[in-house]
Nanobody, 128 residues
């Protein structure tokens, strides 16, 4: 059984920064991918960033590249999302997710249907 507990998020003005964390309990494996997705009201869920648990390899959606940073601390079993230079269009509920059985390819880690476990979601609101 894997559980994900998110913390962070909140309200910030455009240009500001927020961070999210996702603490994972339960066993992870070498072929584990972790990702952040977001969903704004009346919009589809979209990929934000992913990280390979074993190697630390990362990838980002074009819309956040250069502004967001995903990282993990193995000893804490925690994944982070640092969000800088936030824009109003970044407003959404952000969720972390774990996929314990996939390769590190864009077609897998960018697909929310591949993920088995999800955090509870954290609201990020960016005012203009």
């Amino acid at each position: 059984q894997v559980q994900l507990v998110e913390s962070g998020g909140g309200l910030v003005q455009a240009g500001g920064s927020l961070s999210l964390s996702c603490a994972v309990s339960g066993r992870t494996f070498d072929n584990t991918n972790m990702a952040w997705f977001r969903q704004a009201p009346e919009k589809e869920r979209e990929f934000v960033a992913a990280i390979r648990w074993s190697t630390g390899a990362t990838d980002y959606a074009n819309s956040v590249k250069g502004r967001f940073t995903v990282s993990r601390v193995l000893a804490k079993n925690t994944v982070y999302l640092q969000m800088d230079n936030l824009r109003p269009e970044d407003t959404a509920v952000y969720s972390c997710a774990v996929d314990r059985s996939s390769s590190w390819t864009a077609s897998t880690y960018r697909d929310f249907r591949r993920y088995d476990y999800w955090g509870q979601g954290a609201q990020v609101t960016v005012s203009s």
